[in-house]
Antibody, heavy 117, light 107 residues
Framework: EVSLFESGGDLVQPGGSLRLSCSAS????????MSWVRQAPGKGLEWVST????????YYGDSVKGRFTISGDSSRNTVYLQLSSLRAEDTAVYYC??????????WGQGTVVTVSS | DIQMTQSPSSLSASVGDRVTITCRAS??????LAWIQQKPGEAPKPLIY???NLQSGVSSKFSGSGYGTDFTLTINSLQPEDFATYYC?????????FGQGTKLEIK
């Protein structure tokens, strides 16, 4: 059974940094892409980033490009999202999602990031 | 970026009704279209991928159609557990984008 578990969310000051982790089980990480999707309070879903374990490529949304870094460790079945230069508008629930040919076929329960002084 | 526009933004319906939600892409996305359900306080749940293919375990009351720029999600015989917010999402090109959501409420 596929399971995704996010961790690392916290309250952080503007300009600060945070690293989110998503540990997975029940499938072979190395053949997949994994993504992060966020949802600000009361708002819709926003794709943040995708990492391809097949070729090591990473992709980012315009709002986080240059500030966030996605990476993965297939030996640990974990994907990470390093958040830097955080802004109030980065406050959101961050979901980890497993990609299947581009769509998301499994989602984690999310981890909360709050950026506030 | 490809913009995804859903209509309506909200919809009231009764138990037993059939409803249709529309999603329009700002440019052609072939069949790279997914539908996602989200209930308050819960993680999103994938429903459909590639326009009309049900994710594992999803009821056949959900169906999707369309190609290119215009897509629909139809839900038959609404039950209380179907009242939620529904999002379309394109994965034809980065950045992946979602529609703004359609909130389905009980009448």
């Amino acid at each position: 059974e596929v399971s995704l578990f996010e961790s690392g969310g916290d309250l952080v000051q503007p300009g600060g940094s945070l690293r989110l982790s998503c540990s997975a089980s029940g499938f072979t990480f190395s053949t997949c892409s994994m993504s992060w999707v966020r949802q600000a309070p009361g708002k819709g879903l926003e794709w943040v980033s995708t990492f391809s374990f097949c070729d090591g490529r990473s992709y980012y949304g315009d709002s986080v490009k240059g500030r966030f870094t996605i990476s993965g460790d297939s030996s640990r079945n974990t994907v990470y999202l390093q958040l830097s230069s955080l802004r109030a508008e980065d406050t959101a629930v961050y979901y980890c999602a497993k990609n299947r040919f581009g769509s998301f076929d499994f989602w984690g329960q999310g981890t909360v990031v709050t950026v506030s002084s | 970026d490809i913009q995804m526009t859903q209509s309506p933004s909200s919809l009231s319906a009764s138990v037993g009704d059939r409803v249709t939600i529309t999603c329009r892409a700002s440019q052609g996305i072939s069949n790279y279209l997914a539908w996602i359900q989200q209930k308050p306080g819960e993680a999103p749940k994938p429903l459909i991928y590639a326009v009309s293919n049900l994710q594992s375990g999803v009821s056949s009351k959900f169906s999707g159609s369309g190609y290119g720029t215009d897509f629909t999600l139809t839900i038959n015989s609404l039950q209380p557990e179907d009242f939620a917010t529904y999002y379309c999402q394109q994965y034809s090109a980065y950045p992946y984008t979602f529609g703004q959501g359609t909130k389905l409420e009980i009448k």
